[in-house]
């Protein structure tokens, strides 16, 4: 296999589009040509990842039609769907392209449009990952399962309403510093749950968790361009190295898992990738976690095993996972606060992590990282791709 | 018709499966009978949801998790007013969401214990449905 590196990426604003879906993705992927300093010919394949598209924006086959609206043909094209975690899996896909030997330069597009449905429709649609038969017919939402793994999770290792909270809390003040987050508000302990206008402000969405412990319905996009090592001299920006790359996955329906609060597939992929790019977790200088609820920030924190069992909780108290921190956990803001428009999630993940180990992240630039890692959770956490990005030589 | 949710029991080994998978997890066979998942079981976990998707028109809807004494586990809907992890609970079959117009049947859990104050009851099951029973 080939070494393959990142050299160029870009997203656009997450929050409500004023653009059709296509012209999202039109933008961020020319964001990434720009800034890989590249003619849009050289491109050989073209990845997207979308999950909603012939539903929510009257669009199928959306790879071929972003190659119509940029004008790319007769490239290659292939639309990614794998839920929340279609960011992630076309980059996978694209990386393979390029290790292989297959495609020199590989144009890697996520972007959803969720704000052209209703809320009941968004939420709606994203249940349609959960299963038909065992949970869908029930009503499940994608809330409602994170509400019955936080009930568990709370009592198994004493996690409170506030620690959710200060996961909230910080992931908003660093999306603040993000340009292009969805959510810029401050938010404080005393108005999300001590306040007499907390019920209110902050109601239950499934309880415990509540309206501030879940992610925004978003609109936005995110590109980056992949080419092998060999060739990176060729492109004006550092080359940022994907040197892991591990993804796995656990039953459709959550009641099926042995124990409901051990997220297998975070465990699986996340091993995967710390074994391809012979690192550890201690070797990490940053993280962008799935965290499209609260609860799956600490969790994760531990199941990728930056924390041990149980203690996920505690670093986030210590200020261990803030920016300043010995681990930055979502200095973009995550989910939570820079937006979850679904396909976009995972490529901006990765978009995140080369734009900090290139030291371009401007206020939210954390301090001389080496090696990034990004999960994307995708379904209940039946599908999990976790990606390693690292600074080169 | 007596409507009921099947688990799926191995025809070569016997073991239990719900939902359905088309290899046995445990000796790999593909035949199956369906047994209704049916008696007593341990409330797991649970959460009440207030953002709801599409066909419900009610405030909110329980979503519990339970290990049935049978050995499977199901999600269902719970019509129990104050759940508590770990308490027992029953497995009826009943109208738990209104597809285009159409009873979709699955399980509801009631509590096993005739606490009055247990039982829900000032929450439609099915808003959509008034023949809910």
Known sequence: ?393 | MAHTVNAARCNKCGQLSYPTHYYCSKCNATEFSPIPISGEGTLLTFTRAYALSLDYEQLYVTFGIVQMDQGVRATGQLDIQEPVLGMRVRATVGPVRDIGGRDVFGLRFVSVFPDAAAVESDQPALSASPSAS
Not at chain 1, 230 to 243: C, G, H, M, Q, R
Not at chain 1, 245 to 274: N, Y
């Open chain 1, 1 to 393: 296999m080939r070494d393959v590196v990142i050299v160029g990426a870009a997203t656009t604003q997450f929050g409500r589009a004023q653009w059709s879906l296509l012209k999202l993705m039109a933008e961020a992927a020319h964001g990434a040509i720009t800034d890989a300093g590249i003619e849009r010919k050289k491109i050989d394949a073209v990845y997207v990842a979308n999950m909603g598209s012939a539903r929510n924006n009257r669009q199928a086959g959306i790879a071929s039609a972003l190659v119509d609206r940029m004008n790319l043909y007769p490239v290659a094209a292939d639309t990614i769907e794998n839920g929340p975690a279609s960011g992630a899996s076309a980059v996978k896909n694209g990386f393979l392209a390029v290790a292989s030997g297959m495609y020199d330069c590989v144009l890697v597009v996520g972007g959803e449009r969720m704000q052209e449905v209703n809320n009941f429709e968004a939420t709606e649609f994203v249940s349609y990952l959960s299963h038909r038969f065992a949970e869908y017919i029930y009503g499940i939402t994608l809330p409602a399962l994170a509400g019955m793994f936080a009930r568990l999770w709370m009592q198994k290792y004493g996690v409170t309403s506030e620690h959710l909270a200060m996961v909230a809390i910080k992931n908003h003040a660093n999306a603040l510093l993000n340009p292009a987050s969805h959510l810029k508000m401050p938010i404080a302990m005393e108005g999300l749950l001590h306040s007499p206008d907390s019920a209110m402000n902050n109601p239950f969405v499934a309880d415990p968790l509540r309206f501030f412990d879940c992610c925004p319905v978003s609109d936005g996009a995110a590109a980056v361009l992949l080419a092998p090592a060999d060739l990176a001299k060729n492109f004006k920006k550092t080359p940022i190295v994907i040197s892991g790359i591990g993804q796995a996955t656990d039953t459709q329906a959550v009641h099926e898992r042995p124990d409901p609060t051990v997220l297998t597939a975070v465990q699986t992929a996340s091993r995967k990738a710390f074994a391809m790019a012979k690192l550890e977790p201690k070797d990490i200088s940053l993280a962008e976690l799935h965290d499209a609820f609260t609860i799956l920030e600490i969790a994760q924190s531990e199941q990728v095993g930056f924390f041990p069992e149980g203690e996920g909780h505690l670093a986030l108290e210590r200020g261990v996972t803030q920016i300043t921190g010995k681990l930055p956990i979502n200095a973009s803001g995550g989910l939570k606060a820079k937006g979850h428009p679904v396909g976009a999630t995972g490529v901006s993940q990765i978009v995140e992590l080369a734009l900090q180990l290139r030291g371009e992240a401007g206020k939210r630039q954390v301090k001389n990282p080496r090696h990034g890692f990004a999960l994307n959770f995708g379904g209940f956490g039946n599908n999990v791709v976790a990606t390693i990005l690292s600074k080169g030589a």
